[in-house]
């Protein structure tokens, strides 16, 4: 659940260093939400990192993945219900808060979420968000919002139902129940349960295979994959045939079968 | 009737037996649960639980808000992350089979009985044993406890591996301080491997069979 301030008219004051931490593993940079101390509900100030450290890596040609996570701890508890409790809906709408979604939602390079702890709330739809969901073995999934009178609002309910199916997503949803990591395992949310201890490096691991692909296939392989979830089964085999289209431009495709045929390892540039 | 110690990094849980009509009553359920709870927080290498006598022999029927009562009791017991040795030292029957399944090491003194009690007051249903017997041992042995409401000595208890070794609560002990010894990430490493994937399946065979129990219940009123 959100976690509340004892004093909600006085805020903590911040730490020193970022609500974000960004660090590089090879071609993987890891996003790593780090306050620790309000279980890293996702205040402005931790989605406005987020978004910045997405933008770094969109726009960094060596970076080919991305893993989001909160340690092998936690993840995210959901929004800060001291920003929540007071905003009215025009300023929602209007808020920088916002931003963060189709940031993470639209990052068009591979997301892998190492999750942990508790994944409630925007920290479940954040994981939702993202391309591979690695958890850990003490990972609890839920949106809880139901439980505060208002419900999900970052694609929560659009992402469950599309993930799990409309009866299991109403039962989270509706029910506010919550799943642990290997019940999320069999709805085929997550891809794979780890030791808690193992999470982060398992999902860099996970993000380094998906970096030796290549990014322009990553990156247009995404979008096709998205498309599903917007358009129909017609316009997205058109789409998806597209996409290879241009894909049989590139370099890296040459380079892939090339590969293949010489039964070596491909080396993708990226072009 | 529950006294707790914390020694050589065991948490010790002892049960006292209220007697016969108290015994397994939502108070004592919601008692030894608290103290699961503790237990969880006190974060010991190893919790002993040392119940006496016959403080887990079911009074049948079991109401249906003592057996709600005892399945939370019961998930939270499996859910523990640490070790649970259990000695028994008495008649251990319906839920209370299921609290001794739940945990990871049950000793048993020589005049330990276990059973899932008479059939006719279904007592099967409360207490998970259904789940966690055929989980642990298999389902002919749980069927055929449930259906001959047959009581097992200790020794064969043993043969079944329903109790992992005959002995007194000092025996138990030593289990426990043994284990007590290990890297506590040896000890959290090997108790999640035997819990994978686990905690949806028990909760939802405990909602059946708690829905069951009312079914009992109503058709006896």
């Not at chain 1, 205040?43 to 893993?67: I, N, Y």
């Not at chain 1, 340690?71 to 800060?80: E, K």
């Not at chain 1, 439980?147 to 599309?162: F, H």
């Not at chain 2, 808000?65 to 030292?89: E, G, K, M, R, W």
């Amino acid at each position: 659940m959100p976690t509340p301030s004892t004093n909600p008219s006085r805020p903590e004051p911040l730490p020193d260093r970022p609500a974000v931490r960004v660090d590089l593993h090879g071609h993987v940079t890891v996003l790593t939400i780090d306050r620790p101390a309000t279980r890293n509900a996702l205040s402005t100030e931790v989605l406005s990192g987020l978004v910045a450290g997405l933008k770094d890596a969109s726009q960094d040609p060596d970076v080919r993945a991305v893993v989001l996570t909160g340690g092998p701890h936690l993840f995210a508890s959901g929004a800060d219900l001291r920003e929540l409790r007071e905003i009215s809906p025009a300023d929602y709408l209007q808020s920088e808060r916002l931003k963060a979604w189709p940031a993470i939602a639209g990052f068009k390079k591979p997301i892998v979420a190492a999750v942990a702890g508790y994944v409630l709330g925007g920290g479940c739809e954040i994981a939702l968000s993202c391309d591979l969901i690695i958890a850990a073995d003490n990972a609890t999934l839920g949106q809880p919002e139901i439980n505060l009178g208002i419900i999900p609002g970052a694609g929560g309910t659009q992402r469950w139902s599309r993930v799990a199916g409309r009866f299991a997503a109403a039962d989270i949803v509706l029910g506010g129940r919550t799943v642990d990591a290997w019940t999320a395992r069999r709805l085929g949310i997550v891809s794979e349960v780890v030791p808690a201890e193992l999470v982060v490096e398992r999902a860099i691991e996970a993000a380094t295979r998906l970096a030796t692909k290549s990014p322009i296939a990553a990156r247009l392989g995404k979008a096709a994959l998205r498309a599903s979830e917007e358009i129909g089964v017609t316009a997205g085999l058109d789409f998806e045939r597209s996409q290879l289209a241009v894909l049989l431009s590139t370099q890296d495709h040459r380079e892939g079968i090339d590969a293949f045929l010489g039964k070596r390892i491909a080396h993708f540039e990226g072009r | 009737m529950i006294t707790v110690t914390d020694t050589n990094g065991v948490h010790t849980i002892r049960v006292i037996d209220p007697g016969a009509p108290h015994r397994m009553g939502v108070e004592a359920v919601r008692e030894f649960d608290n103290e699961i709870k503790v237990a969880r927080r006190a974060q010991s290498s190893v919790v002993l639980i040392s119940v006496q006598s016959d403080a887990w022999a079911t009074s049948a029927p079991t109401p249906d808000s003592t057996v709600a009562a005892l399945h939370q009791c019961i998930q939270h017991l499996y859910a523990l992350d640490t070790p649970v040795v259990v000695h028994l030292d008495g008649q251990v029957t319906g839920a209370g089979l299921g609290l001794a399944l739940a945990s990871d090491l049950r000793v048993a003194s020589s005049r330990t009985t276990v059973g899932l009690g008479d059939p006719a007051e279904a007592e099967g249903l409360a207490g998970g044993a259904a789940w966690l017997l055929r989980d642990r041992v298999g389902s002919a042995l749980h069927e055929h406890l449930m259906w001959t409401g047959e009581t097992l000595d200790v020794s064969t208890a043993h043969a079944f591996r329903l109790v992992s070794a005959i002995g007194d609560v000092g025996d138990a002990t030593a289990h426990a301080e043994r284990l007590s010894h290990l890297p506590p990430t040896t000890l959290s490493a090997l108790k999640r491997s035997t819990r994978v994937d686990v905690a949806e399946p028990l909760r939802t065979r405990l909602n059946y069979d708690q829905a069951l129990h009312v079914v009992v219940d109503t058709d006896r009123k």
